[in-house]
């Protein structure tokens, strides 16, 4: 027989002063060319994470297939997502709006010029070689796990 629930508690609410939190590098096994983040929120309870990235012209993230769907805004500068629009992708320019369906793959994620950009993950990303095999899986844990790891480092470094 099981229990009857009778009351859940609501996950808090936050804010986070995007300006006031610091830059971490995005680790260099997913990206180059300099890629800052700052993750803004997780949620245990739909699996998903938020972040906004500093993206320096040139840089790029590494292969990698979204398990479940995503939403960006790109706010500064462009974003080419597949290839870019020349190769059968997207060319997002800001002020841009994307949506990435679960199962995407993304071979490279390339900005040409200075950007910027705020996304939410529902789920985690896996890192690839050429041939799909995985590197790394990356979702909410992970995500927070190393965002708290660079807060320590911060925290150690400023001691």
Known sequence: MSEMITHK?????????IDQIPWAPFPEAFSEGGIRWKLLHVSPEMGAWTAIFDCPAGS???????IGPGEYFLTRGRMDVRGGKEAGGDTAVAPGYGYESANARHDKTYFPEDGEFYMT???????IKPDATPVAVVGWQEA???WNAFLEDQKSAAE
């Open 144 to 146: 927070q796990g190393a």
């Open 121 to 127: 993950f529902l789920g985690p990303l896996v890192f």
């Open 60 to 66: 790029s993230f590494a292969a990698h297939i979204h």
């Open 9 to 17: 508690t609501m996950i808090p609410e936050e804010y986070v002063q």
